[in-house]
């Protein structure tokens, strides 16, 4: 993401856009990015958890995966159960 924005300030001033101008546009897409997860990636990820299919258990907590066999159960913390 870094070197795309430095990219896009080289070109655009090459272009003959003002500083003002190309600051604008990134808090402008920034603002946009924080909406558009505000509005649509946050609500989707709540959907997914309350559409889970009954009897399926996911448990992720601190990069530790559960399972009833070949896992030793007392190396992970205590997971969060999904139903």
């Not at 946050?42 to 009897?55: E, H, K, Q, R, V």
């Amino acid at each position: 993401m870094g070197v795309g924005m430095v990219l896009f300030v080289d070109t655009r001033r090459k272009a003959g856009w003002e500083e003002a101008r190309i600051t604008r546009f990134f808090v402008i897409r920034g603002l946009l990015l924080i909406l558009m997860q505000l509005l649509v990636e946050n609500p989707a990820w709540i959907l997914g958890d309350l559409t889970m299919s009954a009897g399926v258990i996911v448990i992720r907590v601190a990069g530790c995966r559960r399972r009833y066999r070949g896992y030793d159960l007392r190396r992970c913390p205590p997971a969060r159960y999904h139903f």
